[in-house]
């Protein structure tokens, strides 16, 4: 019996991911050393969402083998289908209870975690597993009610209760800014980032008080304010196809 080989990349995409990805890290040591950080200590994350599985295996071949997905069934879809690649899986999207056994079972890290609820359902698949995972507790920096993520005064509460879940290994935290042209609006969603976590490392809860900001609209803001992870998609895999109208 033989099994199909999987298609190669288009050397072409090879070459304009490569590129894109050359534009993003020259945007990012620019950043940092604008206000006086080492690129080195932020890391680029590209996000997947929508890209398929045959031109992710075309970013493979340009370097990338971390890959941020905001919906864990497309992720575990991607994961199967590519499970020849040693790649490590974020997922970075709002995440229901009932989809945590997913999680447990292939992602590499967790950067949307928001409820006590949610974290023991992943702790219980977790330690049924014997997993242990990376997480970031995802704050909703803007105030907006259409993103989630824990209110501010919330946080440290909810962190204090996390080392009760022992296979999560709290990394730092996460967020979307305001979504609005004004960037001083949105600095200061990064600014109050920058105090939490602050705060959660006085604490000693916040573990190594990663911070988790910025997208390809706005990351040279969260570098600015002390973002260590950048999450991008649209400048490396360019604009996202539009779902078509309901009529």
């Keep these: 019996m033989t099994t199909d080989s999987p298609v190669a990349p288009d050397p072409r995409e090879v070459e304009q991911i490569t590129a894109n990805l050359d534009a993003v890290r020259t945007r990012i040591e620019a950043a ?9 200590e932020i890391r680029l994350l590209p996000v997947t969402k929508t890209v398929p599985a045959l031109r992710l295996r075309a970013a493979f071949a340009a370097g990338v083998t971390q890959m941020g997905e905001n919906k864990v069934q497309e992720a575990k879809g991607k994961h199967e289908e590519m499970s020849d690649l040693d790649i490590h899986w974020a997922i970075i999207g709002h995440l229901q209870t009932n989809k945590a056994k997913d999680v447990a079972a292939f992602a590499s890290e967790f950067q949307a975690l928001d409820s006590l609820h949610l974290a023991q359902a992943l702790d219980r698949r977790l330690q049924a597993a014997g997993r242990s995972l990376d997480v970031y ?8 009610e259409s993103k989630f993520g824990l209110p501010p005064h919330e946080v440290a509460g909810f962190l204090a209760q996390l080392p009760a879940c022992s296979s999560l290994r709290v990394r730092g935290l996460m967020t979307l800014a305001a979504h609005t042209p004004d960037q001083e609006r949105v600095r200061e969603c ?3 980032m920058r105090r939490l976590r602050d705060a959660g490392l006085e604490a000693g809860t916040v573990g190594d008080g990663l911070l988790s900001m910025g997208m390809s609209g706005d990351f040279e803001l969260a570098i600015a304010e002390g973002a260590t992870c950048v999450r991008v998609g649209t400048a490396i895999f360019g604009a996202r196809p539009v779902p078509p109208a309901v009529i």
């Design 137 to 144: 507790v995802q704050i909703n920096s803007s105030g907006e």
């Design 32 to 40: 940092a050393t604008a206000c006086g950080r080492d690129p080195g």
């Design 190 to 192: 990064f600014r109050l």
